[in-house]
């Protein structure tokens, strides 16, 4: 229901690979959103953090203007999702539950095994003039599926006539429960809500299984004039996952290969015409012991003081006064990975699946980096006779993954808004027109979405190509190191600049809205890693500030609200229309 924003989604289980994009592409890189859940920022998927049910109001902002308080990592626009609060009264106890079906349609209608064998056959006849020999259709006149052939070890195999979407997808249920209990009272409130949902995948062997809870309070001291509160959520989940690639598999494996051979093994393999792609099933079956466990705490706490009235001093550190807010930002992130390899397991069962158990290719690895970025911003808001708005935000970020010379940068934006309705020359309006105003916006927005250590040279270990025999006896090699990315100290931050102008109108006591938006995004010194020439050599690659996008498009929503009694509706509809070209790449 909001123009501009466009939400796709692959049908994964859990939602993961769910893709929001707010007016089109900004970058090459990372295009999402920034999410904000009740102040605390990330660009991680929201349904590992929160469920649906917990969302009390979701708000988009998509100018430069209106985003820019949330300075470099609002360039791709910003989700603000606040949660649900207990109100004042009764201990109030929810709970409800949903069973979802879902059901796979295949888009493309796809060959049989004899349809296949007529259309190669004429094809060849077409191109050579001749008939094809083949050990799976003959080489007589017609195509003549074979009952059985072998594959390239000898397996006798009875050709099949397979629907590989059929065997791949199917229907899957999904279960979702929540729970939620809630207290308000005078000088505060509690939440907690429980939410359990279990998916099956559209694919075979998989399947997404979530645990959400919540807890968040807010509780008031000294007549309201200090405040505490926290929404912290503890998210458990369990997953399977599809194979790679397995969508395009099932259309381009053949159909007269069957699922399992006269063995009882994995059909497959390099046969005549029958290609070399791997056998779907098996590849899904192989994932069915990958199992992803993953856990995650979110949220935030917070204290705010109010020593006198409109004086509001918070626990980030920010000073907000009537019209005017001024504050700072500090973050840093820290990461490390740790990862072991092996084959040849000597007992497949799930409790001997450890490093100790392979007998070949053992090996670990690990890595960790860091990521730090300080923020200094201020706002000011202007109003006169609620006719005349002006809006003006700076903002200065410092990012570790930029260079030394280049990590800060000033991110300034400005909003002015006419209420032409509330004007005297439009008094003969009024009972037609509920309400006009017109706005204008431009802002710059920062980008810094790039590796973090972007800057640095680096190096592994690699016994082929780095170590050396130094003693000469030609068995005696010393572990080296080989470069793997050259480090660039003069990136910057790419940037977006950003001009917007639009309409908002109320008609017929406001039940006919309308919203229009043109806006223009020139995204330059964009982020990239680009190829490089062989004579460079190893280490080659490293990001360079070397492309540049301009977008551009048209926003339009008609929303329709009336009542008719006690019945209350609403129709709204959008469209958006946009242009993204490549001005330069290098």
């Known amino acids: ?37 009740d102040g605390v920022q990330t660009h991680d998927n929201v349904a590992s953090i929160i469920s649906s049910n917990d969302v009390e109001s979701i708000q988009v902002l998509k100018d430069a203007a209106s985003a820019a308080i949330y300075g470099a ?37 796809m060959l049989d095994a004899y349809q296949w064998g007529d259309v ?47 065997e791949i997808f199917g229907t899957a249920l999904m279960q979702n429960y929540n729970l939620s209990l809630s207290k308000g009272f005078k000088d505060g409130n509690v939440a907690l809500t429980l939410n359990y949902m279990n998916q099956d995948g559209l694919c075979r062997n998989t399947d997404y299984e979530r645990f959400n809870s919540r807890l968040a309070s807010n509780f008031r001291f000294v007549d309201g004039k ?26 381009a494996q053949h159909p007269a290969i069957p699922v399992y051979d006269e063995n009882g093994g994995y059909a497959g393999g390099y046969v005549d015409i029958l290609g070399d792609k791997p056998n779907a099933i098996r590849l899904t079956d192989n994932e069915a012991n990958n199992r992803h466990k993953s856990w995650r705490i979110f949220g935030n706490v917070y204290l705010e003081v109010e020593p006198i009235k409109n004086l509001v001093l918070k626990s980030q550190f920010g000073l907000n006064y009537t019209t005017a807010v001024i504050g700072t930002e ?40 860091t990521y730090a970025m300080v923020s200094y911003f201020g706002k000011v808001n202007y109003a006169f006779d609620d006719k005349y708005l002006i809006s003006g935000t700076v903002r200065r970020d410092a990012s570790s993954r930029f260079g030394k010379g280049n990590n800060s940068a000033i991110f300034p934006s400005v909003s002015a808004g006419w209420r032409v309705s509330r004007e005297k020359f439009m008094e003969c309006t009024q009972n037609w027109l509920s309400d006009l105003k017109l706005r204008a916006s431009w802002g710059i927005n920062g980008n810094d979405q790039i590796d973090n250590n972007a800057t640095y040279n680096l190096y592994y270990t690699n016994m082929s190509n780095g170590s050396y025999n130094f003693n000469g006896d030609g068995t005696t090699v010393l572990p080296g190191v080989q470069k793997d990315r050259s ?100």
């Open 1 to 37: 229901r909001v123009a501009g924003m466009n939400v796709t989604t692959d049908g994964k289980p859990g939602g993961g690979n769910t893709d929001t994009k707010l007016r089109g592409i900004t970058t090459i890189n990372n295009s999402s959103p920034l999410y904000v859940i």
């Open 73 to 109: 990592q609002a360039a791709n626009g910003v989700i603000i999702i606040t949660t649900k609060r207990a109100k004042e009264g009764d201990v109030k106890v929810s709970f409800d539950m949903s069973l979802t079906a879902q059901t796979f349609t295949g888009g493309i209608d």
């Open 120 to 166: 190669y056959w004429q094809a060849y006849k077409n191109t050579f003039g001749t008939n094809p020999n083949s050990v799976v259709y003959g080489n007589g006149e017609k195509a003549q599926l074979q009952e059985y052939y072998f594959d390239q070890n000898g397996v006798k195999i009875k050709s099949g006539n397979t629907d590989w979407a059929k």
């Open 226 to 251: 200090v405040r505490v509160g926290e929404s912290i959520s503890v998210n458990h989940w369990l997953e399977h996952l599809n194979p790679a690639g397995i969508e395009e598999l099932v259309i």
């Open 330 to 369: 500090a973050k840093k992130e820290n990461g490390e990975h740790l990862q072991g390899y092996g084959r040849g397991l000597v007992i497949e069962d799930l409790d001997y699946r450890y490093l100790d158990t392979v007998t070949e290719g053992k090996s670990v690895s690990n890595n960790a980096s």
């Open 487 to 586: 480090g660039n100290n003069d990136l910057k931050w790419e940037e977006t600049k950003q001009l917007n102008f639009g309409i908002d109108a109320a008609f017929f006591d406001n039940r006919l809205g309308l919203t229009l938006d043109y806006f223009q995004k020139k995204t330059t010194g964009m982020l990239i890693q680009k190829p490089y020439i062989g004579v460079i050599g190893e280490g080659g690659y490293k990001w360079y500030n070397a492309a540049s996008m301009d977008n551009s498009g048209v926003e339009a929503t008609f929303t329709w609200r009336d009542e008719i009694k006690d019945f209350k509706y609403d129709i709204s509809f959008n469209l958006s229309y946009y242009k993204n070209e490549i001005t330069e790449l290098p």
